[in-house]
């Protein structure tokens, strides 16, 4: 347990972070001259944090696999990003958004983390205005707020759906400039494939170059992985196809621990699967739960029908539906978490109320929402005595201008028109709480690799809040990463550039090479996608929305059986040595098929239901998670030791000074 | 349904292309363009031959990393939709469809479909910032109100998603309305003025030494943009460089 050192300064909470930037090692503008930094991924996380570092003096290089850093995952970041700005003037401050956050975790984060969060989330929104980003204001010219889910005030900033888009795009614009200024040089279309550690420490990656082939050695001081989340590894999810686990399982494998793997988001509203061909899933915004009421029919027969197509929605009587979340959470009502909200849909469907084909859907309306801004923009028009349609119309031109690109999305893919009848939706696979351990600093179990974002497992607990990852991502990158690491970094002022002619790297591109070549010529008998498909109907059947002890077992072994026949029967065309997305994709599932199994064996020893992780074995009469913190108020990180199964586990106790421990309560 | 696909085939940069034919059986309504693509791929792995290279990655229409020509217009005969957001019910049982990378000389082929755009990233990286630091020492936000029209006019013009399809529907492969969604973004805010000036003449030099041609005012690009940018960019780019150029 001696290595599990969170490093939380001491202190009362609310001087923690104050306390620790004045306490750490600086190092002076000169030297960081000399001073090289590896960042691999340019989202929120990785992008802000390159331009930081870049702004303060060090050279940066940046590495990701698109072909341009504009493009990584949070550019599709849809609702919003939350600040305890207060702009609203209704209640919010730094200590309810940080308990909010630790609640909605459901007890399972560091508060010390979270409550710095809460301190920086004001600093990130006066940093993105004075970048120029967009967000939506009201017409005095202000900035304006929404709600989301699991909390009681108004503090999400948005710009459209398009929130992560225009955050991103700040952090690129950042970038650029330190580009141009010749601090930062961006490897795009580059796939990191191993982490190289010297003497103990991190000093640089094998990097794959994906248009010509290349094995390349980079070498640094340090090395930041921001490589985003690993909810693909259930194959179908609202990720990009890219998005994935390798470069912390390679860390992972390099020493770097993987705490509660188990800990996954599975959003409430997203597009249903429409058959086998599908690749992707596509999330309807959190936001739009301000506006549209979850509904299915209250009788079985009712509901049949509508499978059947022989009754529709619109036909059905207000009281022969069941707004399940208003009648069970009537203080959050549509507005519960996440993973409440997504387990309610499933018990709804598992119990026959399905509204779709395949039974698995629930209705999301907007009907009242529509007739309700109507009335309202029909009296301030001084309309009189308005006709339904009438009302109808302007009611809908309302929810035109809040949600509109989400509107048109969903009715190009499912090819209904969403403001006429109400849109299906089911959970699907969104986030990860879980990933690479680090302490305080953000920095792994290795010393000089640090991890930001949605990749480190830090501070949403078991269950995170909605317009919570992009506030974390940009907290971490612009203002946490820059000074912690610097403490580290103040050691090596006298280091010298680090070579890559040595026998670490040497050896670390030797092992990638092999690895590649082993994908290459295994049997190739199926595709990737093949394998990928399967193991994610496992992940999705066995480890998903609610996990027992019988059935993970069962996926443990089906996991490590599948990992067995991928590498014996793989098929990879093409060659090493140029563009090749099979073998891209090869090397990805390999270690998702490392990945799942842990995932499973992490779900399996947690004998409790908190926040995303729901095992049916602890639950309340009235089928709500049963937590358990004599036992299981840990973190749970996981030393790599070979196969999955010789995992050893480290636990981190976490300790509440601040915050009573409570059963969450949305009632 | 059966479709017969006509798809560029090139092996890297260096390498001629060709038109291959594919027919492709159990293609469905309910798949997006690049799903039928994927069932096209699964069915070449089968047959041991390489599967066809195109980029991609949100697949919901905001990376901008899908691109494809498809029956000569980029991201196809739907409107205001990418690739990846095009369905095949848009198509028909036994429709001939001929797909192509997006040309320009701005933008060469890497491997059958993908194409390298980083000369959209040199236009940024030119100028297509405000010279802030990061390390959040700014104003409080609300202390530079934004009147709430030019705010949605920046955020409509930011909307772009550097495709390049633009580039690619226009006769003269000309990128003026991506270059001046990016100038439009920041001369609409108050926090950007400040540099506009320099801005426009850096960008507007470096779209010049891409290669990209000229503006002659067609409008296709328009028509085509999934983002349903506005050639009002185009007028607003254009006198920020008159102004800029007879300041400098
Ligand atoms: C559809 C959708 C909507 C969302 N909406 C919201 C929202 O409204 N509010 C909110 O707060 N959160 C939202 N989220 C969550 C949030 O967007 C993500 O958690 C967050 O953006 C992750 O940022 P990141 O910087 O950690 O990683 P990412 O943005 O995923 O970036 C990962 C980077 O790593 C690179 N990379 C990965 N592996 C490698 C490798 N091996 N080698 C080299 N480079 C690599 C990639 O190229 C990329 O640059 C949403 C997520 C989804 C999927
Ligand atoms: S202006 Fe439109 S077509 Fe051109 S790059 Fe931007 S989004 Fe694509
Ligand atoms: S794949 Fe991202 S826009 Fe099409």
Redesign the interface.
Known sequence: MGILDSKVPSGPLAEKWTKHKNDINLVNPANKRNIDIIVVGTGLAGG?AA??LA??GYNVKTFCY??????A?S??AQGGINAS?N?QGDGDSDYRLFYDTIKGGDYRSREANVYRLAE?SG?I????????V??????????DNRSFGGVLVSRTFY??G?T???LL?GC???M??Q??RGKIK?Y?RHEMLDLVLVDGKARGIIARNL?TGNIERHAAHAVVLATGGYGNVFFLSTN???SNVMAAWRAHRRGAFFANPCFTQIHPTCIPV??D????L??MSESLRNDGRIWVPKRLEDAQAIREGKLKPTQLKEEDRDYYLERRYPAFGNLVPRDVASRAAKERCDAGFGVNKTGEAVYLDFEAAIMRYGKEKALTSGLKDPDKDTIRQLGEEVIEAKYGNLF??YE??V?QNPYKTPMMIYPAVHYTMGGLWVDYNLQTTVPGCYCAGEANFSDHGANRLGASALMQGLADG??VL?YTIGDYLADDIRTGPIPTDTPEFEKAENDTRERLQKLMQAGGKH?V?YYHKKLGKIMWNKCGMSRNEKELKEAIQEIAELREDFWKNV?V??SID??N??LEKAGRVADFLELGELFAKDALLRNESCGGHFREEYQTKEGEALRDDKNFKYVAAWEYKGKPSDAVLHKEDLVYENIELKTRSYK | MKLYLKIWRQ??ADSKGQMVDYELNGV?????F??ML??LN?KL??E????V?F???????????CSLMINGEPHGP?R??TTC?L?M?KFKDGDTIVIEPFRATAFPV??DL?V???S??RI?????????????N?????A?????EN??D??YA??C??CGACVAACKNASAMLFTSAKVS??AL?P??RVEATERVLNMVRQMDLEGFGNCTNTGACEVECPKGISLENIARMNREYLQASMKG
């Open positions: 802000a331009a930081t702004e303060l698109q072909d341009s850093p504009r493009r995952h550019i599709a700005k702009y920086v600093n929104i006066d940093q993105c205005v004075a970048q120029g967009p967000f939506a204001r009201e017409y005095g010219g202000l900035l710009a459209k398009q992560g888009q225009q795009l690129y614009a950042a650029n400039r580009i141009n961006a795009n248009v990009a196809m890219g429409s058959g061909h599908q690749s992707k596509t999330l048109q999305m190009k893919i090819d612009y203002f820059p595709s996608d098929k065309p093409g140029s563009k997305e099979e | 092996k890297d469905e309504g309910d798949m997006s690049l799903e994927d069932v699964e792995i089968n041991d031959k390489e599967p290279e980029d991609h990655d949100c697949r919901e229409g905001i990376c901008g990393a739907d205001l939709v957001q369905h019910r890497i491997k993908i390298d755009r980083s959209f990233d940024q990286q030119a100028g297509g910032y405000i010279s802030v630091n990061t390390s959040g700014t104003v409080d936000a609300n530079i109100p934004i009147e709430k705010a949605d920046s955020f930011a909307a998603i550097g973004q920041f805010l926090q950007g």
